[in-house]
């Protein structure tokens, strides 16, 4: 089944995965309540494409989790803020941050002896 597809799904959880169940949109909304608001940043930190950023943004805006603010006119350049739409899934990111600190903590592997 289509992401897409799941729009119009009984389910809550399905609608809403719709709009945020990849790992591009929800790591540009990490972003965003981590104080993040252009578009260079998102790139920077989510190592996504340019494209990807592109539709990402652009659907987050559809849908009225941000909103765009323009900074600069030629080119024309926006800041992306959070609404008080998209301020409210701050509970699920957090428990998705608290959760991977204590099921997934950071394996740091062991640096080489430099003798051996």
């Not at 990402?56 to 659907?59: D, I, M, N, S, T």
């Given at each position: 089944m289509k992401w897409r597809a799941l729009e119009d799904d009984w389910c809550p959880v399905a609608r809403t995965l719709s709009l945020v169940g990849d790992r591009w949109t929800l790591l540009i909304l990490r972003d965003c309540f981590l104080g993040q608001t252009r578009f260079e940043a998102f790139a920077r930190s989510t190592?996504?494409?340019r494209h990807i950023i592109a539709d990402?943004?652009?659907?987050l805006v559809t849908a009225g989790l941000l909103e765009q603010k323009a900074y600069q006119q030629r080119p024309v350049r926006y800041?992306?803020?959070?609404?008080?739409?998209?301020k409210e899934l701050a509970p699920a990111l957090e428990t998705f941050r608290d959760w991977g600190r204590t099921h997934?903590?950071?394996?740091?592997?062991?640096?080489?002896n430099a003798t051996e």
């Open positions: 190592g996504a494409t990402r943004l652009k659907r800041d992306y803020v959070l609404t008080e739409r998209g997934l903590p950071i394996r740091r592997s062991a640096k080489p």
